[in-house]
């Protein structure tokens, strides 16, 4: 029994708004039950040092969570004056996520920066961040699109992640905080619309686990994520 | 004429949404116009080492902003790895104006931290802060109350801020990105709901003022906090 | 009465040295009784990255405290690795309150910054820093006026600021330690030699005060800076 | 075909020379071919915070890569102030693997602290330093079981890790340098000596994979922990 | 011919202010030529933690330059976030030659720091600190003395620096600025002053030297200490 | 009786293992008893700002020691953030004594940086540290001689360091950990190969010593340094 009494294979509610910023070309508030993450898209006309000149584009991601987004407050990152290792690994996911798919060519000269914060975190915090990620993405690429129509779509295909992990001995979908925190394994997958893989990253807590469970999670990762793709649809009106 | 074609004394639109964090013992989305401010109170049953023994509690905030809240995309303050001296200068003068009003020995030996992170940037973001933050103060010592009744109330008057400043001019109420980028002087007032002044910040950006501009500049606070003053009172249901 | 037998409108005995350093283009040593600030003011022929082509200057000012300046030693910033957000509240204040009087565009594309070191504190160090910093900014720009005259003089008026509070629920002028860390009520005040105002910081510490508090304040404060506008004149030899 | 002509199939030479530092209590110099990472394990007779009293012990890992590890000289950690995102999510790879298979409670309330340096690098640093890992924990372990036997062995399976990718269309172990650069798809798996996965991090750089792509990766990183099991059991002398 | 006419083993004029600190428990201006430096000594009661209860005391020093004490003025510490590797050589080099001297045991478990602070910098800063830190810390042990009295002396024997080096070819006393910044080699001595050798540090900077040539240095430092150890004791009134 | 039964002026084994990195342009695993130094010279064609355009090239050094080279395991300086003041007035040490020997007009607007990692640490990491750079140096010049001839060999003497001090009243050379953490008086002597002193640094850490205990250390000095030349020769093949 879950402790949100869903069904091993059941997502939470999913909801993505997008345009929830004025200023930024691309934004969303994604929520995944009671995690929600702001996500924005920043579009610059220049790129980092080392693509200058080379005609392709670069997208990048950050991540952050107020201070009071968990059960119990946190330090301020700035505060403390450095990023978690945390931080950075899960930044570093989206951005490598989201360039996989992206036709950096097609994209020209410019640098697209997704900034994930979020305000409320109960599991899957990541997961959530790539989701709307996509969605951010995507609307900020409309945009330009829309001022100056690419020649070839610099991203075809969509992006959506989920957890998955081994709960009391169950393989489950989408674990929200109680579960996470006392899964024996825990996994996060990136898909792309077309049922290929992204990213897959397993760890095994608490014991090593076998390769049928490995695959038991991706199964479940399957389901969750095609919800996802339906909720990024209706986010990008598409 | 202002930007926005308000008249000199006219507020914009504020909104003070409360109970917006379902973790944080005391939260509010606060909204002056486009400004948004997520502002949490969390409680911790541990003083700062200078009271520990003292029987005296302590309030304190801290403040940040998404690094799209603003038109132009800001670096994010923990990647930079330390606050800007304007992000200093704001979450003091926070905690400064919460502590004026605050019974600390009422309070007990325990922390109160304010955290206000602004999602979206319109002029008047710390002033904006600070009016959500004394909503989250109370809301936080309601749930501490109803739990254990203080023999006094720590907090006996509200604090409401608003910022003031000379455009094209003209003494005006509660500028906006587009005004407070271009006034000549910039003014923060924080006012406690019996009319008295807890803290005046003034700056003559452009050229001295004379001392009567700085007393209409009061006036005009005066009429601004009457309006924050009654949409906090719905906010905490007063 | 107070601790040092002042009477509430006596300022304590003020002396500006100039000239102290052999190297900088401008500086003073400034004194406020007990409080000691080494004042220096340091020309670049180049101005800040967004100042660049432009044909206006730049006026910056950094502030910093021995570690023994004070009563009791505190530690050095540099081997904290930070400044404090106090010291970053006042270089802020300090550079503002000159800008506010330089016509930055009379001076030219070049900088110049203005380092104030407090050698030895008892209260009020901000506001000699200030009064200081004008001095040694008089000198060095006498010294470029006489190897190329400028067309326009880029400081037409002087600049003091004194610190006024309540101290024992009297109103009183230039606050010393001894006051300082027990007044109600503390305020910083910018003037300009011609009476207008250049920036106003007041704060009720203990509770919120009343509007003729504040304007008491005021005056209280433009009886100390007619001192201190009479030693800065003596100061730059006008 | 490879650069390095090797089949699709097969591991570089693998060498783990134990015993390799004065100091330390357990230590290893692991090479994949021409990496080259030093490995020591350092007891500690205390853990961190968060476990104090709980019985429980520790183990934890910190990477680094001297500077000219690398073919092009890369700046020093120590010297830039902090350690990149790269360095931290090894780092913490490193531990979680070796905390999987390790029983804390059997090991007592000590921290082992394995610190992993590359001495030359060329491909595969991470699962060269997870697999000398193990080997210095393992003998840090049979240091302490000699002088003072444990009820259980705190350290019941060897844990070997080793990279495979996809390299110009076919699915390959152990890339090095030439392939790691060029590599569409990269894949880490940490596995337990009985068969079971720790971890699987596996990151479709230019395009998203096919699930049996996936599982081909699996295959060929099976064949290369038996290789590298071989190897580790020669040196801890089992 | 020395750029100030001086004679190859001609001090500059030495002079050594005491108690110039309102606050400090020890204090000096001291100045070799335009060399200022401003020296306090600050006793605290308590050791850093390797001395805890061990019955002894222990001396330090910090050093620091305000940014303006060069010709050209540098970049504030404080502001740029960390010593530079000259500071934290130099500041070592003061407190261990003081430590060379002190008896620590007679010291008894208290600490004191003594800070070096540059206000003019015209070579020698290091040996002008080291000769005033001596007459801080002389100072504030005679006030701990006044108030209750060592059964030994700490400090039986005073240490004075000075600076030699060759300057286009000549063995000279006690460089300055232009001297400084054109030797061929530059050593700094630290003598006790009943002869004996506290610290020698001396850099070839352009060329190896001969033994002799080293000799012929030391003989300087001889020389200029003799007149530091005569300033030193006017100093103390002894 | 020294701790390692070796006579006053007797060295320990000294070995110079030349090419140990597949990278680098110049590499070396010196050994100077337990203590081993990795050091590595990289060789890029472009030189610091102060020297651009000015036609001399730059050879600078940077020190490191891993965490676990010392009996007890250290902070990794990464992970706290910065380099200890010790470290960094060793690399000052090293790149100083190398250039005192080189010819940077010579070298041509090139920078050459020794890294000096210390794998274990039994005293004198220093001066092993400087003896291995300058094989690195050399055999780094070698490689550049080999494809493009200097007109002019830009290190025409060869550097070797050793540390002298007196340990139980007796001067003793090359001190190893037991002797340098209980000696009286410790020295480092920088020489080069025809006899001439490129650096002096003898530090009294207890009481003051004679001018003949530090004349006796500097002997000693060239006794350890005529063995270490001759590793150097054998090192680099003349």
């Known amino acids: 029994m879950r402790p949100s009494s869903r069904a091993p294979d059941e997502m939470r509610a999913i909801s993505i708004e997008p345009h929830v910023s004025a200023h930024a070309e691309g934004s969303a508030l994604v929520k995944f039950g009671s995690t929600q993450v702001w996500v924005t898209a920043s579009i610059e006309e220049r790129v980092p040092p080392f693509l200058r000149g ?22 301020r990152e700035a505060t403390r004056g450095r990023q978690s290792g945390r931080t950075q690994e899960i930044q570093r996911l989206i951005g490598r996520s989201l360039r996989t798919v992206t036709d950096l060519g097609a994209l020209g000269e410019r640098q697209i920066t997704i900034d994930c914060d979020v305000l409320q975190a109960d599991g899957g915090t990541r997961t959530a961040a790539i989701s709307g990620a996509w969605v951010a993405l995507r609307l900020a690429l409309d945009r330009l699109n829309a001022a100056s129509p690419f020649a070839q779509d610099p991203l075809p295909v969509a992006v959506a992640a989920v957890s998955c992990g ?28 077309d049922g290929r893989i992204i990213e897959v990253q397993a760890t095994a ?6 390769e049928e469970t490995l695959l038991r999670l991706l199964r479940l990762a399957r389901i969750g994520c095609a919800a996802i793709f339906e909720a990024q649809r209706r986010a990008v009106g598409r």
């Open 205 to 210: 807590e608490k014991a090593p686990i076998e």
């Open 166 to 193: 081994v709960y009391e001995g169950v393989p489950v979908l989408d674990l929200d905080y109680a579960e996470d925190s006392a899964a024996e394994t825990d996994g996060n997958f990136v898909l792309a619309a």
């Open 54 to 75: 080379k005609g392709a584009g670069w997208v990048t991601a950050e991540y952050g969570m107020l201070p009071r987004a968990t059960h119990k407050r946190a330090d």
